[in-house]
């Protein structure tokens, strides 16, 4: 008797916001079972992968090996954590959903395990039968701590379910294993206690018109103009490289104007990698928009920088929005993030 991985089947995405987590609090959103193509799919705290396996029970007679069951079988596996905590929970759900034969008699328990980055507190995958298939789950959960808990420390959780099933009269069949290393968890910034989050996920930052509207409206201008950002498929990525950041805020800033109450606004931002602090040739990849100020050309394409002077008002207010965005979303050096400008 066998596990067999099969072939995924068919495929969204939604939103989501984090909350406080106990195991067994959450159920898998709608877009995992949506999403079957074998990859991971996430928000920043949590995430979902759909695979496919088969089940066979075999039997040797007269020297010749026939199957005499099968029952295939979804397996969704879905993680979650805090950007506020060091707790993450990690289940497997099984979903018989055909089958036949011998295989139909089976039982599936589970054994989840560590393999770096946190600690398993807590497990249950108790023997449940495949049968009836009534589309419904069952169930694993382990409950997985960080050992990213001193300041300054960074870790990557890697996690592992093990699932045996077990027929009368044959041998048990282990599955393949699965592992997820989604979340990575810190207590690197000053002022926040530990916690994880799934750093390949682009967070959104957000801007309105009513708080900030000439900053609002730069952004948005930049962004028309084919600068990246605006959506989670072409977004900005985090750097903490201070010389690098001055070095591009002074570039797309050279030789601003003097104007009363206000200050040279860039984006992308200079906490960004796709600012100018890398670029040679960041004279000619300066671009401005009217009622700016600046005598640049109205440039378009997706490398370089815009420049606008804005209120120093609405400078202050950006700075705040964009460090707690960075504490709040624990978005370290190289992790993307994309800006929602609402006008």
Known sequence: MCVEVGPPDSKARDQGRAGQVT??????PGWCAD??????????????????????TR??????????????????????????????????MVVPYAGWGDALAATITG????????????????????????GQFRIGESSLNSTATAAGAVANCTARWNMVATVAGYPPASSPIYQQNQFRCDN???????????????????????????????????QV??????????????????????????RACYQSPAVTDRSCDEYPFKSANEGLGDDPDWLNHRRTFDYCWFGLPRQTGSIGASVCM??????????????????DWRVMNGDPFWVHVNL
């Open 188 to 222: 690197a910034f000053a002022g926040r206690s530990a916690g994880c989050v799934i750093p390949w996920v682009a967070e959104e930052m957000d801007f309105n018109s009513t708080t900030t509207p000439e900053i609002a409206s730069h952004i948005f201008q930049a």
């Open 23 to 28: 195991p067994s609090s959450l159920i898998p």
């Open 59 to 92: 039997r040797t007679v007269d020297g010749a090996t026939v199957i005499t069951g099968e029952v295939s079988i979804r397996v969704l596996e879905f993680v979650y954590g805090d950007p506020n905590q060091t707790a993450m929970f990690y289940q497997i």
């Open 35 to 56: 999403h079957q193509d074998g990859n991971w799919w996430a928000l920043r705290w949590q995430g979902c992968r759909t695979t496919s396996a088969t089940l066979v």
């Open 310 to 327: 804005v209120l120093n008002t609405e400078q202050n207010i950006q700075g705040g929005t964009i460090s707690t965005f960075y504490q």
């Open 111 to 134: 054994t989840a395990s560590t393999v770096s980055g946190c600690t398993l507190a807590a497990q249950s995958f108790p023997s449940q039968p495949l049968s009836p298939l009534n």
């Open 225 to 250: 103009s084919g600068l990246p950002g605006a959506t989670n498929t072409t977004p900005l990525h985090r750097s903490t490289d201070t010389a690098k950041n001055d070095r591009a805020y002074n």
